[in-house]
Nanobody, 129 residues
Framework: QVQLVESGGGSVQAGGSLRLSCVAS????????MGWFRQTPGKDREAVAV???????????VYADSVKGRFTISRDSAKSTLFLEMNSLKPEDTAMYYC???????????????????WGKGALVTISS
């Protein structure tokens, strides 16, 4: 089990950039799929990017088609922090962004539909046109 706290949300104009951070605490040494999800009012939560963590990060990385080439997921294992670098932002990227983690078996692969067990409280991202 891990506890997750997001930061870095904010408001930028279209074309700008933001970086979200998610600090994990608890059992951070175990293997997980960790990812970023987003949700807007009245819509289902959408997976944005998911990656495998521990013991080697990033052996499995997947992105939603809507963010490929613009967003990058990464992790600083020493600081137990997951990042989402967001570039070329569009108004349709406006959403509450959530960090999540789910335990992963040895050699298990991650996917956008991976079952996450732990969630942060979210960080709001607003993109103006």
């Amino acid at each position: 089990q891990v506890q997750l706290v997001e930061s870095g949300g904010g408001s930028v104009q279209a074309g700008g950039s933001l970086r979200l951070s998610c600090v994990a605490s608890g059992d951070t040494a175990s293997r997980y799929c960790m990812g970023w999800f987003r949700q807007t009012p009245g819509k289902d939560r959408e997976a944005v990017a998911v990656m495998s963590t521990g013991p080697i990060d990033g052996l499995s990385v997947v992105y939603a088609d809507s963010v490929k080439g613009r967003f990058t997921i990464s992790r600083d294992s020493a600081k137990s922090t997951l990042f989402l670098e967001m570039n070329s932002l569009k108004p349709e990227d406006t959403a509450m962004y959530y960090c999540a983690a789910g335990p992963r078996r040895f050699a298990g692969m991650c996917s956008l539909s991976y079952a996450m067990a732990n969630w942060g409280k979210g960080a709001l991202v607003t993109i103006s046109s």
